[in-house]
């Protein structure tokens, strides 16, 4: 959490990846999981971001508000393997819509995660 | 016999199988005298000394106290600060309206479970009440959902039948944003609401603590107000991307709103108690210094006196003898 000035932000928005530069239109959009990366000067940090909201204001101002970020490189890859393939089993057992709902949402992030360390 | 009798009696283990007579906390000496075996009159200073040592007990244990809450305070501290920053960007956002009109609103009391951490729970109750007074006319209703034991203590005499909620033992556990989503979850699927007012004591310093009021509002209500103007009528220079419709998210938005200002209103009202804990033991220790200062003086006075009458009554024996 903090306040940084930076030269574009690319949010995993629920209708794809976004790019934000200053003199964006105001916008209020919905994340979904993946990779925020934050683009300053030559240098990109990414972050996976499980989701959350980002509001753009008109004054060239975001707030990325995200239930949890983690920074890409505390990602351990072997977890996330095993987590996508536990959620894969689940949905193929699961009977009620709840238990699909639940385990359809595991394999989303799961894939995200996988997805942002191999892309 | 010579038993004094003083009001308040009060029922103390002592050794003398003699009714005792009730000590108070006064600098007026709670002598007692009693009759030794030839007829010597001593007075004890048993009464004194007992009331010494419990009174450095409770001064001991109310310093401990205070060192316990000011540890819990840091931990707690640091969680605090951090979380402001989740809900500043809503009210960037939406703005907090508190005067904002409705019908139906639910006022969300967080208190502490434990008690001896000052008046911070009562002002919360009091702050709570008068919350429901205001909206309480011909068409609105004001609910109570209550976190914690103290406020539904308060709550429970006069309001029984507006509560619709309570959630205790909140602290079991370390406070983390999952546990606080869950319960913002439970309070939204079971209560109906149009406004939801989050009562709670704001942390400032380790001295000050205020209690505020945290204003969020449905998302029909934020379409309302959107339309009428004001600060909200910015809303709609804002597209919406996503979902189907607008309402879509803007329902999602107010849900992650609530949680995340929930999530700050308990970690600021952890630090509130600690805090407040911490200034109460601490007046505790400093009373019963005072206390202890004035039974020495009282004791040694005791002592004293007991020395003096039995020298008097030696000396007096012995010029009868004499003359």
Known sequence: MGLAGVDMVIVPATTGQMGVLPGHVATIAELKPGVLSVHEGNETTKYFVSSGFVFIHANSFADIIAVEAVPLDQIDANLVQKGLVEFTQKLSSATTDLEKAEAQIGIDVHSALNSALTG | ?323
């Open chain 2, 1 to 323: 016999m010579a038993a004094l009798r003083r009001e308040g009696r009060r029922f103390a283990p002592l050794i003398s199988p003699r009714p005792i007579t009730a000590v108070r906390s006064s600098p007026i000496a709670p002598t007692h005298e009693d009759e030794g075996p030839i007829g010597v009159r001593y007075i004890s200073t048993q009464v004194v000394r007992n009331r010494m040592k419990s009174v450095k007990n409770i001064q001991k244990i109310t310093k401990a106290m205070k060192m316990v809450a000011a540890s819990k305070l840091r931990a707690v501290q640091t969680k605090a600060e951090n979380s402001r920053g989740l809900w500043q960007p809503f009210t960037a956002l939406l703005g907090d309206l508190p005067s904002v009109d409705v019908k139906k609103s639910v006022v969300v009391t967080i208190s502490s479970d434990k008690g001896l951490c000052g008046g911070i729970n009562s002002t919360s109750v009091k702050i709570s009440k008068g919350i429901h007074k205001l909206n309480s006319g011909p068409e609105k209703e004001t609910k109570y959902v209550i976190l914690g034991e103290k406020a539904k203590a308060q709550l429970i005499r006069d309001s029984k039948k507006d509560i619709e909620l309570i959630i205790t033992e909140l602290q079991k556990n370390p406070l983390n944003y999952t546990q606080v989503s869950v319960l913002a979850d439970e309070i939204l699927k079971n209560v109906e609401f149009d406004a939801l007012r989050i009562v709670f004591n704001k942390f400032h310093s380790v001295v000050s603590f205020v209690p505020t009021v945290s204003t969020v509002l449905s998302p029909e209500i934020v379409e309302r107000e959107a339309e009428s103007g004001g600060k909200l009528g910015d809303l709609d220079n804002y597209e919406v991307e996503g979902g189907e419709t607008k309402g879509e998210i803007l329902q999602n938005l107010a849900e992650f709103q609530f949680s995340c200002v929930m999530f700050n209103a308990v970690l600021e009202n952890a630090c509130s108690e600690q805090g407040a804990r911490m200034s109460a033991m601490d007046s505790s220790s400093r009373n019963a210094g005072d206390m202890l200062d004035r039974l020495t003086l009282t004791y040694n006075r005791t002592r004293q006196a007991s020395i003096t009458t039995e020298l008097i009554e030696i000396i007096s024996g012995a010029s009868a003898l004499e003359g």
